[in-house]
């Protein structure tokens, strides 16, 4: 086993412990979910770090600003970090509506980029077709009020289907692009959990 995916398993752990423990304690599985971004955006920088002498290490250089992006739309995040530095201008940055178009362009287009990147090794269309239309569904349903569970269901569908994609059959660039899937196995495993709550 990878040393990145035996992070992402201790991850993982911590938090289904952390849940297992509220449960026992409270009644209610309860995960910390609000360092999610925190979290997802750590171990972006950490694998990059360990990796960026490797093939396909720009697929992880290209998914910080990403991450980034998502922690300041998180609510948590941007209080925590507004308090922590004193930068009260980073909680309004993220109820801005242009903000939240670029941040909604940014995070759908690196997956769609990343789809691309993988049809390009695998050179296979159906596959392509598949993930660009759950990613497109993923998309649609933003705009659908009370869509919210099939949304995420849809998003996690193109997250398995992808981290499958890349371990079976992804040639070029394969180190980059399997840390990549470790990355978005988390993203998945993290998501999900809040469905426990």
């Known amino acids: 086993m990878e040393r990145e995916l035996k992070i992402i398993i201790l991850i993982f752990l911590v938090f289904f412990i952390f849940g297992l423990t509220s449960l026992v304690d409270s009644g209610h599985f309860v995960t910390p979910i609000f360092l999610n971004q925190l979290v997802l955006l750590a171990v972006a920088i950490l694998f990059y770090a360990l990796n960026f002498r490797t093939p396909g290490a720009f697929i992880l250089l290209i998914y910080i600003p990403v991450l980034l992006m998502s922690a300041l739309m998180d609510g948590f995040t941007t209080a925590y970090l507004a308090q922590k530095w004193n930068l009260p201008q980073l909680i309004g940055l993220r109820e801005m509506f242009w903000f939240s178009l ?51 269901f849809s998003f996690f569908s193109f997250l398995l289907f992808f981290i499958l ?27 999900g959990m809040e469905y426990f709550h």
């Open 102 to 152: 670029f941040y909604l362009l940014i995070y759908f287009g690196f997956f769609f980029t990343i789809l691309l990147i993988t049809y390009n090794n695998i050179r296979s269309t159906w596959l392509l077709l598949v993930g660009a239309l759950l990613l497109s569904t993923t998309i649609t349903l933003l705009f659908v009020p009370g869509a919210e569970m099939i949304r995420d």
């Open 165 to 191: 994609m890349v371990n079976r059959k992804s040639e070029q660039n394969k180190q980059g692009m399997t840390v990549l899937s470790y990355q978005l196995l988390l993203l998945f495993l993290l998501e």
